[in-house]
């Protein structure tokens, strides 16, 4: 009778998978195209920009623009990733389809006109948008939307980075700080994988990271010779690893302190973006450099980039800080884009930086804080050590592992998300089981 049992058992989990597939594929063909389309796009602005840097001047104009488009067409698009995390949550004004090319517009006018933005956002709104507009064709109940939804996060995330394992986690992990629910484990894989070969066929080709240091050749340890690591190094990644969390923090709280300011004491929404991008082009200018502008991921100039920032003499001490305060200034005051690829940067100039100032490793401690300053940011340390691996390979995963969980500790209870729900506590003394970080932020703090 068991045997029976087991063997109908398997066969409704290749049904139910089946199913799933067959509902996953247009969504990740769909999202695959628009991340190509973006991607391709977001090149030709950011060459177009390098080439006719007097463009930067006209980023106030490209600010009225995209209030205006969000003020009038967007409706609810303004969420951006966190109305797609509600939606996930619990059901509300539901997503708008218009999402998708407006995220895909505004953020092509903020890089050619230099606002410094990312390219995570745009993706994962736009896999988002798609995945709700085929859950209505679909007529789905809320438990299969929910992991549609999470199906467009993926696909959007997999294909924009080139990492589909990473996205995969992401979508699962970023829900709840602290808690993943494996219920869309196979469909976000799909999605995910699908949407990043889609992608390569239309001939997207993404950035090429190499971390040539190998911790089982370089091992010094002499009382344990056997390990794949020296102790001396892993207390550095740890050090390393806090450092990357503190700039998590400060991230997140430089820009929801901005964007509080502005609301507070800016009451014309339409003033915000000149001065903002005033004050963009000013510290350009002040810095007698506009490596921080757009997404910085290479430089034609030779100037600081994250690519540059995997060799010695690639970045500058504050390099970090400067990318972190323009980065939060462009997004808070209502441009569009994403913030991850601008945590990469933030991180890779950071880790250059304590590489050289405590004789570690440069490519190592770049790539280090490439990925734990995201897992901060985002509190997903998991998708992050993931993405470690498929970005620079397995040869280093223990020094991986080791900055995203201590980067993902020591952000706190702070992130980039507002409706990333607090499922398990970093410390057992807290009381916000299920709160949202929004919520959060605006308890007294004796009461956190």
């Not at 939307?145 to 999470?150: A, F, G, N």
């Not at 997999?158 to 970023?174: D, H, S, Y």
């Not at 100039?349 to 770049?366: H, Q, R």
Request: glycine letters at 10%; charged letters at 10%; one cysteine or more.
């Amino acid at each position: 009778m068991n045997k029976y049992r087991y063997s109908f058992e398997q066969l409704k989990i290749a049904r139910h998978l089946l199913y799933w597939t067959a509902l996953i594929v247009p969504v990740s063909l769909v999202t695959g195209s628009l991340v190509a389309l973006f991607l391709w796009l977001l090149d030709l602005a950011t060459q177009t920009r390098w080439n006719h840097l007097w463009l930067i001047f006209l980023l106030p104009l490209a600010g009225l623009l995209i209030t205006f488009l969000y003020k009038f067409y967007g409706k609810n698009s303004d969420a951006g990733n966190n109305l797609i995390m509600d939606e996930i949550h619990k059901p509300g004004g539901g997503i708008p389809t218009r999402m998708a090319p407006l995220i895909l517009f505004s953020t092509i006018i903020t890089h050619l006109f230099g606002g410094s933005a990312g390219r995570e956002g745009t993706a994962v709104q736009m896999g988002g948008s798609i995945s709700a507009l085929f859950s209505k064709w679909y007529k789905l109940s809320h438990r299969e939307k929910r992991i549609l939804l999470m199906c467009g996060m993926s696909a959007g995330f997999g294909a924009v980075f080139g990492t589909p394992i990473a996205g995969t986690i992401f979508a699962m992990e970023v829900l709840a700080m602290g808690r993943i629910k494996y219920d869309a484990l196979i469909p976000c894989l799909i999605a995910s994988m699908l949407a990043d070969i889609i992608c390569s066929v239309y001939g997207i080709h993404h950035t090429h990271y190499t971390i040539a240091f190998i911790g089982g050749i370089k091992n010094t340890n002499t009382w344990f010779p056997y390990l794949s690591f020296d102790f001396l190094l892993l207390f550095k990644v740890i050090f390393a690893g806090a450092a990357f969390g503190l700039a998590s923090y400060l991230f997140a709280e430089t820009s929801h302190l901005i964007k509080g300011s502005c609301a507070k004491y800016i009451p014309n929404k339409w003033i915000t973006p000149i001065i903002g991008a005033a004050v963009v082009i000013g510290v350009s200018y002040a810095l007698g450099t506009f490596d921080y502008l757009g997404l910085g991921v290479t430089n034609p100039k030779g100037g600081v980039s994250i690519v540059s920032a995997f060799t010695a003499g690639g970045s500058n001490t504050w390099s970090w800080l400067w990318k972190l305060l323009l980065t939060a200034i462009t997004l808070s005051i209502g441009y569009k884009g994403g913030e991850v690829t601008l945590l990469f940067f933030i991180g890779a100039t950071l880790g250059n930086t304590l590489a050289i100032a405590s004789g570690s490793p440069v490519d190592l401690f770049a790539g280090l804080g490439f990925i734990a300053v995201f897992a901060g940011a985002t509190n997903t340390p998991l998708a992050c050590t993931l993405m470690g691996v498929e970005l620079f390979g397995a040869n280093n995963v223990v020094y991986y592992a080791v900055a995203c969980f201590t980067a993902y500790y020591f952000s706190g209870h702070s992130g980039i998300y507002g409706s990333q729900r607090v499922a398990v506590s970093k410390f057992h003394l807290t009381n916000n089981k299920e709160n949202t970080l929004k919520e959060m932020r605006k308890r007294p703090r004796r009461e956190k």
